[in-house]
């Protein structure tokens, strides 16, 4: 603990903290991480802490890089430089089945469920790591066996009927349309009881009804888990209703943190969405 | 249209051949024109055929979205256990020929195998060539076992139990072995190593020999390596094989072990480990994102799939007086795959009806000789259809379904919606 929020202290300007969350220990710190791949460099310099509770976007044009940031966070790339720490734990080297074990999860933009499994399925293989059943007892279908079994289904159904999806609960996750994929996605997650939640553009190819929506469901799983919240979006309208605090990316660098407001004004951001004036 | 025809080439070869033969039978003998007309009307009739059913089965079928999603486990162990009271009670009463006595046990042994190898290619996702490598290894061990066994065990099927757990035990490690290089590789390079290591495990079978005598067990990798006291006996000899073996399997343990491997194969698709093996089949990345290790649990399943068909090449190598290693080849291979493809990938029932179907049926057209070919080619055609055109499958489930309800309304008093 001492070890680490020395680390933190030392680089107070990184914090995308909210203010009731100054004093605790932040889910997840990225340190000064970066990725090349060949000559190219994708991410550079990527610092951010996000609080326990705290929701917090992460925007950028087409190409900024914000999918590798997640892949990095994820484990799923290892940085070229830099750390990752979930919890004040460095990531370095681990498996991205290891990582999440740490307690992140995430989404992804173009949506992978497992597609000829059941919706309920999907959720139970969520919760894989908190199933605590050797593999002997469910061979030979020992009690314990059907002890967890049974508590996954109720755990699986209260996570299902948490995001509205009770009623598909047996039905392959391929022929689901696709905004209720994108929740049950969200639910697959949420079963692996992460820390820190990653969403990839969560609203992509929802109309403005199922966006309002959306913010309130991601208000609601903050409110309900207590966890914290990182999303990539394109929707600005969800972003500055629901996010707390962001960050903004244009190749590969940090270009602005700060609250919605800030955000909305800060002229490099507006540059990089919008160009630069011309001098006339 | 075209990939159909494509798919449907080998078996219009046998069905060509096949007439030509039949045709040779009658005394017509075709030479190479006719034959190469004979070719293109068994395409153009195949054509034809397609699009006949084609227009026949315009009507898309309508099927509600929960149908067939029963739980077929139970259809499972029934299936079993219907086919052994009737094999047995046809065997009671004297009523099943010395022949099909003969395949009761082999057909055990491949039930074994498909059900295996469909848990690498249908519920692993990865496609296997070399299950006849581990079926061969097993059954080499089972037979080393059971010989070694012979004097200190004298119960036949305790000496058959001790064979089976040896063959699944060695081919668990070598599924282990082969496993561990080959599941980093994935699709079609996976397939041709697998294939490679079936080989290479065959063909080390091929070059072993090993003997028994007071002093123990002595292997060896070369012919006159082993070097035995008197009274000692060679159990394996290189590409001889093994001769000499008692054959102790029974259509009984046949059974049992069909049963064990259904049990074992059902209980593990809907436990947590299978769960997560389906995961890893379905999207590898989002698997890697909950929690889940893909090569952990794919090895996990082709390893539990090596041990049952070593089992099953126990039972299959005490089932006769002599063994060759070249039984274990990639052709066999090929058979198992076949027998899993047309049961349905991840379908153990269609695993089950299709291996027995697909052993019986050259065995009984033997008597039709030269028109055996045909028949085998048409049932084949017929089967890749309905497995292939999903217009078929969906008519076939459409019919099972309505099947279903009406039974549910004349035997069950809240019938009606096939639940």
Known sequence: MSDYSKKILRVPSYSLLREQDADKQPVLVANNLGIDFGGLTAVDS????????????????????????????????????????????DTKGMHPSKVTRMGIARTFQNIRLFTDMTAKDNVKVGMHKDIHCSFFSSLLRLPSYYKSERAADEKAMELLEFMGLADVADVKAGSLPYGVQ???????????????????????GMNPSETAELTAQIRRIRDTFQIAIFLIEHDMNL?????????????????????????????AVIEAYLGKKEES | MIFLIWLLYIPALYLVYGLRLALAGMGIYLHTFPTMLLHGAVFVGVYYLIKYLKKLLKVKPRIPANAGKRDKTISVYGLVTVGFTAMTALQGYGMLSRSMQGYLVPICAYVVLALSLNLVVGISGELSL???GFMGVGAFAGIVAATCAQ????????RLVIGMVAGGLMAGVAGLIVGIPVLRLRGDYLAIVTLAFGEILRSLTENLYVGLDRAGLHMSMSNGGVQLQEGGKMI????????????????????????????VVLNLVHSREGRAIKAVRDNRIAAESVGINATTFKLKAFVISAVLAGMAGALFGLNLGSVQASKFSYTT???????????????????????????????FLRSLADYRMIMYAIVLIVVMLCTWSPK?????SLFTYTMRTYWNRLFRKKGGSGK
């Not at chain 1, 890089?65 to 734990?89: C, E, H, M, S």
């Not at chain 1, 972003?239 to 002229?267: F, L, Q, S």
Request: proline share 6%; charged share 15%; net charge neutral.
């Open chain 2, 130 to 132: 070399g299950h006849a």
């Open chain 1, 239 to 267: 972003v500055m209703n629901v996010c707390e605090a962001i960050a903004v990316v244009n190749y590969g660098k940090i270009i602005a943190k700060g609250t919605p407001e800030e955000i909305k004004n800060d002229p």
């Open chain 1, 46 to 89: 990527f610092n951010v802490a996000i609080g326990p509770t705290e929701i917090s976007g992460l925007i950028g044009p087409n190409g900024a890089g914000k999918t590798t940031i997640f892949n990095l966070l994820t484990g799923v790339y290892q940085p070229t430089r830099g750390a990752v720490l979930i919890k004040g734990i």
């Open chain 2, 333 to 363: 291979s090929i058979d198992i795959l076949v027998y899993v493809v047309l049961g349905g990938m991840g379908n153990m029932l269609g695993s089950i009806i299709s291996t027995v179907v697909l052993y019986l049926i050259p065995e």
């Open chain 2, 392 to 396: 078929i499958k969906n008519t076939i």
């Open chain 1, 182 to 204: 994108r929740r049950l996605e969200i639910a697959r997650a949420l079963a692996t009881n992460p820390a820190i939640l990653l969403l990839d553009e969560p609203a992509a």
């Open chain 2, 151 to 158: 004097n200190a065990v004298s119960d036949p099927f305790l």
């Open chain 2, 236 to 263: 394996i000899s290189g590409a001889l094989g093994a001769t000499g073996i008692k054959p102790i399997s029974t259509f009984v343990a046949g059974i049992l072990l069909v049963f064990f491997t259904v049990a």
